[in-house]
């Protein structure tokens, strides 16, 4: 099938940019024909995503693929499509390409708006509205949503050089949040404990990056997408920003945790006591990350569930699959 996906930006290895990546890398393993739209691109389309054709109206320096409105795409998914001047010039631009409505997929990765705000259209009718969490449910419940989960590649987070932590305590520690920096308490007292410190939010990381970095640590301090990736690396993650934290992710509270994207929006957030965070780590703070992620996480579990929503595969035929 030709599948079309869009993203608002792809410039950067952040959340939704990813997402755009592990999706269209599995449905092209599948078979199908990818094409993207994009008003900005940047060094993360270059290295990450140039083998799909790709139409940017507002970039002359990448050529729209000649071939894109010879016949309408299949499927749809239309990520961040809002209301701002690039969402106006796509929907006159590739319109007439789409779908009907009930082919077409509305995925929202956030709460922010306007840019997560849902467009709802008439001609939209019938569309297939996505969220990857349940606080976007609450913030939108007019809309009647289909649930799935951050994608995640397993095989970004396969650690094969890493080396069991024969001492139960932290050597290596990565601070992963592009929103939030390292905060100074945190970095003195791992400067007193000669503990390793990386910090990989605020630049570009792409998978070989973090699977090297993920290879040498033992914790993860993050928030959103970078608690996801640590859980897929089997590894102990904790959810916190500049100054509070919701503590470790374990099988009893991910739920709870994954329903407001790993983040510490409309949670009960303790102040963070780095000291003690550090001092209660053990190796078994990870048991069952991976497995979990495995089994909610996986890009093939939720590439099915987008191709169930609009028709294309069996719910029944996706319930005993397993994941590897």
């Known amino acids: 099938m030709k599948i079309l996906i869009t993203n608002i930006h792809l410039v ?3 959340g939704s940019e990813i997402s755009t990546k592990v999706i269209a890398d599995e449905l092209k393993s599948l078979g199908h024909t990818i094409y993207l ?6 060094d993360f389309h270059l290295r990450m995503l140039r083998e799909y054709p790709t139409i940017t109206p507002f970039n002359p320096y990448n050529p ?3 071939d894109w409105m010879e016949e309408k795409f299949d499927i749809a998914i239309l990520q961040h499509l809002n209301h701002t001047a690039e969402d106006e010039t796509f929907v006159k631009q590739i319109r007439p390409t789409l779908p009907r409505s009930d082919k077409i997929i509305l995925m929202c990765h956030g709460i922010a708006a306007p840019p997560e705000t849902p467009r709802i259209e008439p001609w939209l009718e019938g569309a297939k ?7 976007i449910m609450f913030y939108h419940p007019k809309v009647e949503w289909n649930l799935i ?4 590649d397993p095989s970004w987070f396969d650690l094969k050089l890493k080396k069991p932590n024969e001492t139960g305590t932290v050597e290596k520690i990565v601070w992963a949040s592009h929103r939030h920096p390292i905060p100074e308490r945190l970095r003195d007292f791992c400067i007193a404990n000669q503990i390793g410190l990386y910090a990989c939010g605020h630049r570009p990381v792409y998978p070989k990056d973090i699977q090297e970095i993920y290879e040498q640590v033992d914790l993860v301090f993050g928030t959103g997408r970078w608690i996801y990736e640590g859980m897929a690396a089997g590894l ?3 959810v916190a920003d500049s100054g509070h934290t919701l503590g470790y992710v374990d099988i009893s509270n991910v739920e709870s945790f994954q ?4 983040t510490l929006r409309h949670s009960s957030a303790k102040e963070a006591d780095w000291t003690s965070l550090i001092e209660q780590y053990t190796p078994d703070h990870g048991f069952g990350n991976k497995e979990h992620a495995l089994q909610f996480y996986h890009v093939s579990k ?7 929503s609009v028709g294309e595969e069996s719910v029944e035929d996706i319930v005993g699959k397993v994941y590897e």
């Open 12 to 14: 950067a290895p952040n």
């Open 37 to 42: 739209w994009s008003p900005s691109i940047g």
């Open 64 to 66: 729209e693929p000649k």
């Open 129 to 135: 509205y996505t969220c990857i969490s349940e606080e």
């Open 149 to 152: 989960r951050q994608p995640i």
């Open 236 to 238: 102990p993650c904790v």
């Open 259 to 262: 329903q407001n994207n790993m």
């Open 302 to 308: 939720v590439v099915d569930r987008l191709l169930a």
